[in-house]
Each structure stands twice: as structure tokens, then as C-alpha cells.
Nanobody, 123 residues
Framework: QVQLVESGGGLVQTGGSLRLSCAAS????????MAWFRQAPGKEREFVAR????????DYADSVKGRFTISRDNAKNTLYLQMNSLKPEDTAVYYC????????????????WGQGTQVTVSS
């Protein structure tokens, strides 16, 4: 089994920054795709960013491109999401996810999920 545990969420003002972390234990995913998704109240879960196993390939949703940076440290089995220039519309529960396969934006393709961490951006 795989366990993913997110941390780093919190309350921040508009324009502020946060860095989310996702620690993986159990089966390692040094060759697997990892991603961040988010879900705001009353909305469907949406793709934020994903990164390939080596970290050499990344992909971002248009809404966060240029503001968020996804990265990973395979030696530490940890995924990160650096979020800058935060906006109130970024408020959501953020989830990390992992899959053994090619990169994809579809949440249904991901096999393992964390419990989520709340990010709230005040205006």
C-alpha cells in the first residue's frame, strides 16, 4: 500500500505564498507520475499540476501557470507545490495523488490519494 500525507496548508492573504508538501511512504514512486489536484466547496475536483517520475516534465493548469511550481525530491519521497501570488479563487482543499503510469490530468487515472490540506486565501 501507499500512503500520501499532505502538509503546509493554511490561511494566507491575497498575494501571499505557501508551500505544500506530500510525503509518500510504502511503495516508492520514483518512476511514477505525481500530481496536485484541488477541490473548492461546491465544485468538482480539478487538476492543478503534475510531474513525471524523473521530474523532467511538468504540466500546469492555465489558472496556476506562472504562479505555482511543482517539484519532487525522490530521495525523500516528497512532492512539493510552491504557490505564489495566491488569489482568493485558489481557496480549496489540495490533494496530492500518484499513479504508476504516463502523466495525465484526469483524476480518475490516479491510484493513490492523500487526505488533503486546506488552503484559504483571504481577500
Amino acid at each position: 500500500q501507499v500512503q500520501l500525507v499532505e502538509s503546509g496548508g493554511g490561511l494566507v492573504q491575497t498575494g501571499g505564498s505557501l508551500r505544500l508538501s506530500c510525503a509518500a511512504s510504502g511503495r516508492t514512486f520514483s518512476r511514477g507520475t505525481m500530481a496536485w489536484f484541488r477541490q473548492a466547496p461546491g465544485k468538482e475536483r480539478e487538476f492543478v499540476a503534475r510531474i513525471s517520475g524523473s521530474g523532467g516534465s511538468t504540466d500546469y493548469a492555465d489558472s496556476v501557470k506562472g504562479r505555482f511550481t511543482i517539484s519532487r525530491d525522490n530521495a525523500k519521497n516528497t512532492l512539493y507545490l510552491q504557490m505564489n501570488s495566491l488569489k482568493p479563487e485558489d481557496t480549496a482543499v489540495y490533494y496530492c495523488a500518484a499513479r504508476v503510469g504516463l502523466p495525465t490530468r484526469d483524476s480518475y487515472d490516479y491510484d493513490y490519494w492523500g487526505q488533503g490540506t486546506q488552503v484559504t486565501v483571504s481577500s
